[in-house]
């Protein structure tokens, strides 16, 4: 079994930083593959970015592509999501998910781990 632990979320005004951690566990770190999804209010859960596995390069949705990124720290067990520039619209919930390996998926059931969120509000 894999847990998840998210953190870093908190408010921000439009244009600052933020970075999201994730800390692994209950499986060797290097045998998963990290991503992050996120839920507005009222909205389905969408994803965010995704690490790169194998041959299967890093993805990141279009909407915040330049923005986002994902990286690791094996030392720590840690995937991390640093988010810059923010924007009003990524207010979200964010989630920390994993999977044993991928094809590049980004669908919410193809990732059978997941954190509990942590939440990240944007100010205008």
């Known amino acids: 079994q894999v847990q998840l632990v998210e953190s870093g979320g908190g408010l921000v005004q439009a244009g600052g930083s933020l970075r999201l951690s994730c800390v692994v566990s209950?499986?060797?770190?290097?045998?998963?593959?990290g991503a992050w999804f996120r839920q507005a209010a009222g909205k389905e859960r969408e994803f965010v970015a995704r690490?790169?596995?194998?041959?299967?390069?890093?993805d990141y949705a279009d909407s915040v592509k330049g923005r986002f990124t994902i990286s690791r720290d094996s030392a720590e067990n840690t995937v991390y999501l640093q988010m810059d520039n923010l924007k009003p619209e990524d207010t979200a919930t964010y989630y920390c998910?994993?999977?044993?390996?991928?094809?590049?998926?980004?669908?919410?059931?193809?990732?059978?781990?997941w954190g509990q969120g942590t939440r990240v509000t944007v100010a205008s």
């Open positions: 209950g499986r060797t770190f290097n045998r998963i593959v």
């Open positions: 998910a994993a999977v044993p390996y991928t094809l590049g998926s980004r669908n919410t059931s193809d990732f059978p781990y």
């Open positions: 690490e790169s596995w194998s041959l299967v390069p890093t």
